[in-house]
């Protein structure tokens, strides 16, 4: 889209006078011109201020027209009797200029009537809406959906961050439910998808470049086969619209998340020697993590803590200090953190509660203030702390955390946190991070994601939260991150219905979690629906190799297994591979006569290890299948730890040899079946007892990740 | 509706003649005289041979009117320019008329010309659909929904067996997506809803009375504020339906399953001494499981199996034999099968495969026929067996087990049995029955849950299927059961879309899975949406007791927990209550001044294990509050045993009161908390850790059955 065609300056005259005359919204040939100066098709129009106008503007249009009434105080027109249809000849726009005046004045006596509007009437079409808002957390975003039931009863309806690329334009014609209808169905011809996306994209540029735009509907637009008018225009006004948050640079956030994550020294403020109190659990999960930096208690009444030596302040400590862990109650935290600015470290862990949680807005206004003057960035307060495992560093008042890994973790919440700490130990998941991010008082998911983005240790990253400070740094931040490793994100408080504005459609339509979960996926992050489902990702997708085409294949000794395994597979959005007959006619070769290939390959319940291994053989060495789904059953004949080490064992021989897809597995069977998922699980094969579900949904995971990260032709999904 | 205004011998005439003319539609005219025979409104309307009857029949009417081809080869009159819409005076019906002839001779110039239709244009409504179809396993099923782009695209449907009640009709207009279109969007009225449920039943009437009626459509129906009129109809018949499935009586049923299930002596066909043979297995489980009755070793070749005397043949046996459980392969089934049913056996369970399941169909239907003609029930063929805990009996080639409670459970395949087993036994579910189906040559669930509902052993019951022999018998014992017992099924394949005839657009509609959803629903299961969510709402719903009514509080020490169990309770279908001042004054006296009263109740993480104890009081005590979700934090202040104690003795000694509440708890915390989830329910809590979704879903299914037992308000859910 040529951003070059618009005219800014006579949009910028516009918003200027009608703002200078106190109004917040536009009329409608107001409306009309900021369009036309976008090139957003509008129809032919006028406004006449006598019957005779009326009948010489639709005259040089062409009939039918519409009339509608003009007047700054009447915003619902239809509802005031303001809008006539249909009039097809002189007579009918005559008699109709005089009904719709009186019904004006019968609705609002007092209403200043500036005119009536005459407008083309635009042949039948499919009518859609486009609208955009100022969401408190992402700011400009642009709508889309079809009119009428569809968006007033069924919501179905699209959101994008504005300004919209055409690509994301285009997405959201096929992200609706009913996207089928713009193709076009009962004999009705497709609708322009080009014009309908540019117009997506002009009026996103419209509402980015004029923040004072706080909400635009263009609805009805009639969408034709051959283009895309906006029939009826509203543009609301916010005469102050919220600053741009400033930002941290890139260098800035990786030098302190450097010194963060991999310090030299770390000081514990209120470390204390008696068991039992946060500054000694601290002290103790450093020591006993293997910390090997330097580690300072720092406490006025102490002369040594654990065996090192205490400072009675932070800037009586002899070397440099990168992290200062707080453990003092919150009134404290001002004068101490005025010591660790001093000292010049890059970050201070605020452990403590009793800031802006319980009120006292105040105080934390005061802490963020104080780091801002010494350039320290702060970690929440109100946290359990963070790990991070390649530094063997437990800086918490939780337990050490030694399983090192590939995925960051980082919560809101510090009872997800404890969560997140209790489900990585009990299933052995490799961690590099666990981080508490509490009240977010400075540092959020946006500066984990430019750090763990770039870190080695870091190889997919699962984030809870509950709301975002600001969710364009955050999208900009998954954005850079996604080509390069999973993000998954559990959004807590998703059913909460927050409207954002009642002035226009599209604000009516713009409940909180929906433009979340449009914005999340158009960011690239996989969305976890709950806390297991998050966990349960963190702990698979480091496991998984990236898949390399959409071919997934099912081989499963359990006939019933297969079927459910199938629907998981349907539910998770993955391809059942349509087997071709060379590759069938070789499953074929392996499995009794009675079993079934085809997909699932059903290689019946009482086979041998060997024709287990010889199916996964095949599958793992033909190239046409892109990943495997095991359906195990349980039996004397082949039991669980025959089949897990078969099967970690012939996977291994082929990933040695280059040969490395995703392999998921679902054991049925006695509870041998948790040793052996166990088993697979640490030799990368994500495997689960007892569901067909889970390996499915987690090989899904990977697959939506893939897709997002450009690794995979995009979906239907 | 009373049926006594239904003239079914006009219809039978109708649809005598229909079928003696080789025909397999009705024409329009003769789709409106069998509507008009149920009471079926439709509008004015003749057939018009000349465009003079035309105008004639058009001027009685009233203008306008609409034209439409008749011609029994002419099936899709739009398609053929055979219907023209609003024709306002006689010259336009003469004139069309003309036309109309014209076009159907060119799209099929060998088309038989009945005449030209004239008909009443209806005032404008809301179009719905209205249809029906022979579902394969459910039978005559009644359709409705929203016309035009919301059934076509969205498919947004709903299905109920045919005949349907008014209260079915009546669900059925709440149960689309678009049901608030019904009551009135965007200006329209609301339609007259008990005209529209009249005609949903008249129709299901109609295709029930005549099940020669394969498919109809009424499409569309005008629905207006003032009736609902059916402006298209068609009908397709099937000259030869499916005949009804014969049925056992309860009484039998009762008899069979009682010997099967509490048997005095059970028969083992095909006994045997060696290890690894399923003759051995079988025997052992059966001692080893402690079955108390005779058991009799068949097995020619042996004196003695396992201590206990070998017979040559079932007939040597000297008492009586309830049950014969075969372990031979199945050529030797039908023989041996003959022995059993003379020795008089009420059952045999047949675990060899080698039936239908591996294409042998001839071989298990003359073993269906060799028991029939004894009366013999069969179990299986192709199952592992089955088990039934209060008899200390466990007839199956796995493992005893001995866990005994309340839930009894069944599958289609064995994969799915053995998960079912090892899933029972590492979670001590406490189980009544577990029961191998297989390939249901004869019993089945309708069987099962005939025995089940009125089983004093069983509190619950949960299925796994793939398919029903009859969806009919199933709905019927299903329905009997839900009022006294939950029935919980996970059905398999249900992304298969199968559609079921083109014929109609009902037909296309009625995908295998949508018509499933529904009538399983309409008789009261609680469907699970997984494998997993299968085995654990079957260990969750004996645990919780029934709730009294809906008002869900939430009492949690992790505000981020509290978010996520309130995102779950929206999922589950479960009403947060909202609290009343004098209550919100009660909880906060017990909290700190910064917690959260409301509704989470957010007590704050740092609480003692007297807070926790106060607000489970005070939850417990007050008759408002009907059930209780906990989500507890892990601290050293009130670590998770401590936590777990306390509730647990709370709430029994609640329930030692007569105060029986359901409770769920969340435990997020360190690994010590799965300790603390088991221990809760052990003691009658449902707890998991790791997951704020499953015990809020457990909850979610035990108000689910609640509903459909009506033993509380129906919800909107």
Redesign the interface.
Known sequence: MAQHDYDRAAVRTLIDRVLAEGRTSLTAPEGRLACQAYGIATPGEGIAGSAEEAVALASGFGFPVVLKIVSPQILHK?EAGGVLLGLDSAEAVLAGYHSILANARAYDAEAEIVGVQVQQQLPPGQEVIIGAVTDPTFGKVVAFG?G???V???KDVTFRLAPATAADAGSMLDSI??A??LRG???AAAVDRDALAGLIVRLSDLVSDFPEIAEADLNPVLATASGAVAADIRLILDPSPAPARPQHSRADILESMERLMKPRAIAVIGASAEP?KIGNSVMRNLVDGGFAGEIYPVNPKADEILGRKAYPSVLDVPGEVDVAVFAVPARFVPAALEEVGRKGAAAAVLIP?GFA???DHALQQQVVDIAARYGVRILGPNIYGYYYTASDLSATF??PYDVKGGVALS??????G??I???S??TRTGVSAIVGLGNKADLDEDDLLTFFAQDDNTTAIAM?L?DLKDGRAFVEAARATVPHKPVVV?K?????QGTIAAGSHTGALAGDDRVYDDILRQAGVIRA????EM?EYARSLPVLPTPKGDNVVII??????G??L???C??AGLTLMQIPPDLDAAFRAFI???GAAGNPIDIT??EPPSTYEATIRLGLEDPRIHALVL?Y??T?VTPPMVFAELTARVVREFRDRGINKPVVASL???????EASAYLFDHGIVAY??????PVAALGAKYRWARAAGLLPAGPH
């Open positions: 239809t079809l009428g039931v569809l007033e009863v069924l439910a009913a089928e209808v169905v009962r004999g039992g509660s949680e319980t009120g939780c337990t919560s809101q919440s510090g009872g997800i404890m969560a700490l209790g489900f130990r009990t809870h509950e559990l807590a408080g998703r059913t909460a629906p709950g806390l297991l966990l499963t000794g359990a006939g019933g297994s079927v459910l199938s629907d998981a349907v539910d009794p006569p009675f319940g009482g359906g059953w349980h004397i049925a069977g006695d509870t041998e079946v948790e007892p007892y569901t067909t579900e889970k």
